[in-house]
């Protein structure tokens, strides 16, 4: 079955770095987009990061524009969210899914398969 497990969230302090991995297994991960998405206490879940099957095209949110960077490696089936210059406002659980979709892949419902989250909390 397809499994997709994030790693590397943590406690940072403000103006510190992290960087998510999450590796994925049980698919053809070329054949999918990825995304990064976050939640926070109280809050929906929403857009971050997503790349598409061959990296060629990348978008983030405009709250993380020039700080958080997502890449992927296809020989690793693992795709990656560096975040840097992070701020309190960054504390969420941050998940990483997948989408079998050539379509808008910023938009959740696009996305097939999810992992379980990791923590990413940022003090001030």
């Known amino acids: 079955q397809v499994q997709l497990v994030e790693s590397g969230g943590g406690l940072v302090q403000a103006g510190g770095s992290l960087r998510l991995s999450c590796a994925a297994s049980?698919?053809?991960?070329?054949?999918?987009?990825m995304g990064w998405f976050r939640q926070a206490p109280g809050n929906e879940r929403e857009f971050v990061a997503a790349?598409?099957?061959?990296?060629?095209?990348?978008y983030v949110v405009d709250s993380v524009k020039g700080r958080f960077t997502i890449s992927r490696d296809n020989a690793e089936n693992t795709v990656y969210l560096q975040m840097n210059s992070l701020k309190p406002e960054d504390t969420a659980v941050y998940y990483c899914?997948?989408?079998?979709?050539?379509?808008?892949?910023?938009?959740?419902?696009?996305?097939?398969?999810w992992g379980q989250g990791t923590q990413v909390t940022v003090s001030s």
């Open positions: 899914a997948a989408a079998q979709t050539s379509g808008n892949i910023r938009t959740m419902t696009r996305y097939n398969y």
């Open positions: 049980g698919l053809t991960f070329s054949y999918y987009a």
């Open positions: 790349i598409n099957w061959s990296g060629g095209d990348r």
